[in-house]
């Protein structure tokens, strides 16, 4: 087996035959990154739209019916 680069390959089977191995290692670590900086920016957005609705001044807070019959309370 010759490993080299981002493949392994291995001892061909015939002369005109030969395998190659993905680096799954690398590609692992591509996509733990990857997901890793999308939750990281989930978090933000979320975190910046929480700040923003506790900054704003006029804050009016709708109170949802459990059932249809009643009426949504509105407090502020």
Do not use: W
Request: proline letters at 4%.
């Amino acid at each position: 087996m010759i490993i080299g680069g981002n493949h392994a390959i291995i001892a061909p089977i015939t002369e005109q035959e030969v395998v190659t191995m993905a680096d799954y290692k690398k590609m692992y670590y591509a996509l733990f990154n990857a997901v890793t900086t999308a939750i990281n920016d989930l978090q933000d957005a979320q975190r910046d739209g929480e700040c923003e609705y506790i900054e704003m001044q006029d804050v009016s807070l709708t109170i949802l019916p459990t059932s249809t019959d009643e009426k949504p309370k509105t407090t502020g």
